[in-house]
């Protein structure tokens, strides 16, 4: 299946939610978050859950979260529970790298926060601006 937007292809699942894309792209090995306008703490959860429910993606998960056009309807106290979420999808895999591209100060305060603290045996976090630089990290072993 080809998204021309994005001028890529991708297999199933994909989730369409208020501008929210969720789909693994086949040809890089990555599953991919676009995600445009304002992303709530129950839609970051729900990322989680997402991957901690489903059984198709690969037991050696990249994730590309593209917020670059985002904005984060997060507190700072709700990071704690992202921290969790992310912590409940891990056993489910063999090792979990997750880059975010983010644009925005506030954004950035946030999801480096969350860097900082969700540190995991078989889990990486790492913010970029750079969807090339993301790329290149998710794909380093």
Not at 68 to 83: F, H, M, N, Q, S
Not at 96 to 119: D, G, S
Request: aromatic share 10%; hydrophobic share 40%.
């Amino acid at each position: 299946m080809t998204f021309p937007k994005f001028g890529l292809n991708f297999s199933l699942p994909e989730i369409c939610l208020k501008c929210k894309i969720l789909y693994h792209n086949d040809q890089l090995n990555i599953l991919q978050t676009k995600t445009g306008g304002e992303l709530t703490i129950e839609e970051i959860l729900g990322h989680y859950n997402e991957i901690r429910r489903n059984d198709t993606y690969p037991r050696d998960l990249k994730v590309l979260i593209d917020c670059r056009l985002t904005r984060l309807a997060v507190k700072l106290d709700d990071v704690e529970k992202i921290i969790e979420a992310a912590k409940s999808a891990i056993p489910k895999y063999k090792r979990m790298k997750e880059a975010i591209l983010i644009a925005a100060p506030y954004e950035t305060v946030i999801a480096t926060l969350f860097e900082q603290n969700a540190r995991f045996e078989n889990y990486r976090f790492k913010v970029f601006n750079s969807e090339n630089a993301a790329l290149v990290w998710l794909n380093v072993d």
